[in-house]
């Protein structure tokens, strides 16, 4: 059965940023504790060894990241983010399609959410490079700001309109698998960066 998953952790976008060109050692050790522990678990989406991510970890904290690196450095996200923020949680999603729920959001006034589910997180450009547009896993920000928008949008959200607005799914998303997420788990995630005054990262598998 095909199915997608979707991480949280809160972060300070500003340290994660910092670690480029910061020649940081204490950081790509901790991150490849990370890994090894994540590794073991099965726990990554992206199926990869220590050798590849202590090289993609060392081109950038010393500056040199790659324009031509196959799938850029967006994919080490799901390492940074426990290692330099806190998970808030995560969740298998059922099916297809879930990539595609900008524009159900859209049509429930969701525009903040939409935004953040449509638009892959830069990391690591605004360096020597231009953002990937078409990542795998694909990362999403919501700062400090949009996440409390996030927040009042859902918390005026009326979730019988799951049910009575479904034709506005892309694919045959199962009704109760999407108000999981949205009156339960996106709710939790948000409450958890907003308590510690962090913006909010998503890293979603499946389409992109």
């Known amino acids: 059965?095909?199915?997608?998953?979707?991480?949280?952790?809160?972060?300070?976008?500003?340290?994660?940023?910092?670690?480029?060109?910061?020649?940081?050692?204490?950081?790509?050790?901790?991150?490849?504790?990370?890994?090894?522990?994540?590794?073991?678990?099965?726990?990554?989406?992206?199926?990869?060894?220590?050798?590849?991510?202590?090289?993609?970890?060392?081109?950038?904290?010393?500056?040199?990241?790659?324009?031509?690196?196959?799938?850029?450095?967006?994919?080490?996200?799901?390492?940074?983010?426990?290692?330099?923020?806190?998970?808030?949680?995560s969740v298998v999603l059922p099916g297809r399609g879930w990539d595609r729920l900008e524009g159900v959001f859209r049509g429930w006034d969701l525009t903040t959410l939409a935004d953040v589910w449509a638009h892959p997180w830069t990391f690591p450009s605004g360096s020597c490079m231009a953002p990937d547009p078409d990542p795998w896993p694909f990362p999403m920000f919501a700062s400090k700001t949009e996440s409390e928008r996030i927040h009042l949008e859902l918390a005026a959200f009326d979730t019988d309109r799951i049910h009575t607005d479904n034709d506005l799914f892309p694919d045959e998303d199962d009704a109760h698998d999407v108000e999981w997420l949205l009156a339960d788990n996106l709710p939790e995630w948000v409450r958890g960066a907003r308590s510690r005054d962090l913006g909010m990262l998503l890293i979603r598998d499946g389409g992109k």
Do not use: C, H
């Open 1 to 89: 059965m095909a199915e997608q998953y979707v991480s949280a952790f809160a972060i300070e976008a500003a340290v994660i940023f910092g670690l480029v060109g910061s020649n940081d050692e204490v950081a790509v050790q901790k991150t490849l504790e990370t890994f090894e522990d994540l590794n073991t678990g099965n726990r990554l989406l992206r199926a990869t060894d220590s050798d590849e991510v202590e090289t993609a970890l060392r081109e950038i904290v010393d500056g040199r990241l790659d324009p031509g690196r196959a799938g850029g450095y967006g994919w080490l996200l799901e390492l940074l983010g426990p290692t330099f923020g806190a998970p808030l949680g």
